[in-house]
């Protein structure tokens, strides 16, 4: 068991590490479509990368149809197994609309034996996400 302390600087250490290991600009929030981001989750239960839609729901249901009008295409040639969910609760109880693809076994962020896994994971699946990204950028904004 960690302290409040002890585990924020483990989670410090983790995202240090992951970058001085992986030093590149990840896009993130600067997708320039509003409600858009992608984003890395890394818990004491699992770790996935995710795109979420989180703009008000008009804007969430016109982009969430242009990235399902292209599913097959993120599955064949970018994510095989990402999962789309267009109603996903975050744990503050906020509704969003997420695609995303979670490392397969579990593991933790207290865990230092992991962290090399889910870096190589997130590096991988992160650069799949976004040459998706980039290639369809046009569509998933019109």
Known sequence: MFSKEESR?????????FGKSFPRKWI???TKIKGLSFKFHFDTKKALVALDLEDDLENRISCWEKLESLQSI????????????????LENGKEISRLY????????IHNKNSW????????????KF??????YRDIIKS
Do not use: C, H
Not at 9 to 17: G, P, V
Not at 79 to 84: G, T
Not at 116 to 127: L, Y
């Open 116 to 127: 090399q896994e889910v870096m190589v994971f997130f590096n991988e699946t992160m650069g």
């Open 101 to 108: 693809l979670p490392l397969d076994r579990k593991v933790s």
């Open 9 to 17: 600087l483990l989670r410090q250490e983790f995202w240090t590490s």
């Open 130 to 135: 976004e040459a998706f990204f980039e290639d």
């Open 28 to 30: 993130l929030y600067d």
């Open 74 to 89: 993120l599955r064949d040639d970018f994510v095989p197994n990402v999962i789309f969910e267009e109603e996903f609760y």
